[in-house]
């Protein structure tokens, strides 16, 4: 049986994420991100997609695959 929650206030909304099981609150961090994308996400996404950051990702691989780097 489903409950319903009435969520009226942002407090309320705060202690019903409280509440979620690990994956309940990995699918509501999904359906954020796909409802609500950060305007960051949206300027990578277009940078990627227009090549602009190409440059730097080779010059990462390249460092990477010489042993330039090291782990975090």
Wanted: no cysteine.
């Amino acid at each position: 049986m489903e409950r319903i929650i009435r969520l009226g206030t942002v407090q309320e909304i705060e202690r019903a994420i409280d509440d979620l099981a690990p994956q309940q609150l990995e699918e509501l961090f999904l359906w954020l991100d796909q409802r609500y994308p950060q305007p960051i996400d949206a300027q990578l996404e277009s940078d990627l997609a227009a090549g602009r950051i190409d440059d730097r990702i080779n010059r990462a691989m390249a460092d990477y695959e010489a042993g330039k780097t090291e782990p975090l």
